[in-house]
């Protein structure tokens, strides 16, 4: 840089013109940031158990306060059926996924509007926000899982419980590579669109409750009417849910197709996002 | 060598609130485009003025600017509240895009808007520096190398594990700047941030700024409203009103010009 002379005078690092291009992802730039994700997780890690004497045990109690309550509403007043699955088990494991998408697409979501201080003064690379949360809930969700499994285990051990399980196990990572990746798609979507109008955040509230009863959570898959199924498969998160009960309890549903159709969701969410949002980031600090 | 070129740059704002009013001139917009024909709003609005009513919707924060800056430059900007200068400030730091016109930069950029950016108050001070230096654009072990150097800078060590919130905003500002003054960068932008600290800390800060340009050729734009430092640190001046760019020149005198329209204005 320092020795260049005329010649080099129109070599120029950075070119800012009035509107982006369609899909500018500049992965480079995003790659060169990557240390700022890392920091931003642990920030959100360490950030929301300061000052507390519990600390990250919260990570744990939370889903477990939220598991009783569903096993005391949905399982010994509804009488829900769970397919055979001891109560904790299956309502921890669906809480859990749930908590996951749940915390992917709201934190996306809220990228822009929860960051704008931080936007207004300093540039980098915007999506390392809605990525750093979608790790960060990754990470959350393996906290999570770990109590799932230990007393998964203690049950098999002690309890005689014996669940089919088999190779869908092995699918486990893809269902989270689906679940994550729809949630952070459609966040980029709402918050893209959020910037300037906020009537679509009253919407997703109700709307996320409305997901969650759509999505085999609280209920077990095969105890749905064959009607009703084909309208809820539509929902693409029915079968990343489905085939991680599979893989834990050997029950529900398991279906290739409908993997494919939840892939299918998610590659066109996280483009569509991607294109929103990298028209959004443009000017969003004069409307947000 | 050039290093920042600013070509026909304007911006313009639209003033008043979001809501039904914005969506009719957004679906206009859209209309117009539709039909393969300009931005209707680009053609309206008057230049930005703090004080007199006006009946348009849409002001210009910028006008028209034209400049080059070289290589090892430190340029004091100056200019009334509502001039536009934080406004060039963050076009040039990607903050915000302009609404026409271009902007060519060659090497890294820095910006300092605001001190602090990022900063978590639950955070120690050390996590913060990390925190802070990463949204800079450094990497991890950019920052592991001068650790040292920041926290000598910033005369906070001993509150080094002690939460940013129970700072004063002086040591906040102190470790903030510390950070920033480390960056390193080709160009960096300064906005009137070292209100905060004492004296010997903004003098320090200017130091630090001067050494970056004199010695390693760095090129730096300053904003402030304290003609002292500006002139101090500056070797050459811009002088914003209304969003245009009225004149140029070496700093004492654009500082000198600013202060005779101040005086004839009798206003900001």
Redesign the interface.
């Known amino acids: ?2 020795n ?2 005329l010649s ?2 129109n ?10 291009k369609w899909l500018d992802l500049n992965l480079r730039e995003l790659i ?2 990557r ?2 994700l ?3 997780v ?2 959100d890690y ?2 929301a158990y ?2 507390t004497i519990l600390g990250p045990i919260w990570h744990f109690l939370s889903p477990v306060f939220s598991t009783f309550t569903y096993m005391l509403i949905f399982g010994k007043i509804a009488n829900l059926s769970t397919d055979g699955v001891p109560m904790f088990l299956f309502y921890n494991a669906g809480i859990t996924i749930w908590n996951f998408f749940n915390g992917s697409f709201t934190a996306s979501s809220g990228a822009f509007i929860n960051n704008a201080a ?7 690379p915007r999506l390392i926000m809605p990525l750093a949360s979608v790790v960060s809930m990754l990470i959350k969700f393996c906290i999570q899982i770990s109590l799932f499994l230990l007393v998964y285990l203690y049950m098999i051990f002690f309890k005689e419980y014996r669940p089919e399980v088999g190779w869908g196990l092995l699918l486990i990572p893809l269902n989270l590579i689906l679940i994550g990746g729809i949630g952070f798609g459609l966040g980029l979507i709402v918050s893209s669109i959020t910037t ?2 906020r009537d679509l955040n009253q919407l997703v509230g109700f709307g996320m409750q409305l997901v969650m009863y759509a999505t085999p959570v609280i209920y077990a898959f095969s105890t749905v009417s064959s009607g009703m199924k084909k309208w809820l498969q539509v929902n693409p998160l029915v079968a990343p849910v489905e085939s991680f009960k599979y893989a834990f309890f050997g029950i529900g549903t398991f279906n290739i197709a409908g993997l494919v159709y939840s892939f299918a969701w998610m590659v066109i969410s996280i483009f569509i996002g991607l294109l929103l949002f990298n028209k959004a980031e ?2 969003f ?3 947000v | 060598m050039t290093v920042i070129k600013v070509e026909n740059l304007s911006k313009q704002y639209r003033i008043g609130d979001i809501g039904t009013g914005s969506l009719m001139d957004d679906f206009k917009r859209f209309q117009y485009r539709l039909m393969g024909k300009e931005d209707p709003f680009l053609k309206v609005g008057k230049p930005n003025n703090l004080q007199k009513k006006s009946d348009s919707k849409y002001v210009w924060a910028l006008n028209d600017l034209n400049f080059q800056i070289e290589e090892g430059e430190v340029i004091g900007i100056v200019g009334g509240n509502g001039a536009g200068k934080s406004t060039l400030l963050k076009i040039l730091s990607r903050i915000t895009g302009p609404t026409t016109g271009s902007v060519k930069i060659k090497g890294r950029i820095a910006s300092l808007l605001e001190v602090g950016t990022g900063f978590h108050g639950d955070l120690s001070g050390r996590e913060n520096i990390y925190l802070n230096g990463a949204i800079m654009g450094l990497r991890k072990w950019q920052i592991d190398r001068k650790l040292d150097e920041i926290i000598d800078f910033g005369g906070v060590e001993q509150y080094l594990d002690t939460p940013v919130k129970r700072y004063s905003s002086g040591m906040y500002v102190r470790l903030a700047f510390a950070v920033a003054a480390h960056l390193e960068p080709d160009i960096l932008i300064v906005d009137e941030v070292l209100a905060v600290g004492d004296i010997d800390f903004q003098q320090k800060c200017l130091g630090k700024m001067h050494d970056s340009s004199a010695e390693k050729g760095r090129t730096v734009l300053f904003v402030s409203h304290n003609m002292d430092s500006i002139k101090q640190l500056c070797t050459k001046g811009f002088f914003l009103a209304n969003g245009t760019l009225k004149a140029s020149g070496p700093i004492n005198e654009i500082v000198q010009e600013y202060e005779t329209t101040l005086i004839s204005h009798k206003t900001l």
Do not use: A
Request: charged share 30%; no cysteine.
């Open positions: 840089m320092k260049s002379n080099h005078q070599n120029w690092d950075l070119v800012i013109l009035p509107k982006n060169r940031y240390d700022l890392w920091l931003w642990r920030r360490i950030g300061k000052q931080i936007f207004g003064k300093v540039f980098f300037k109008y443009r000017n600090m004069d409307i």
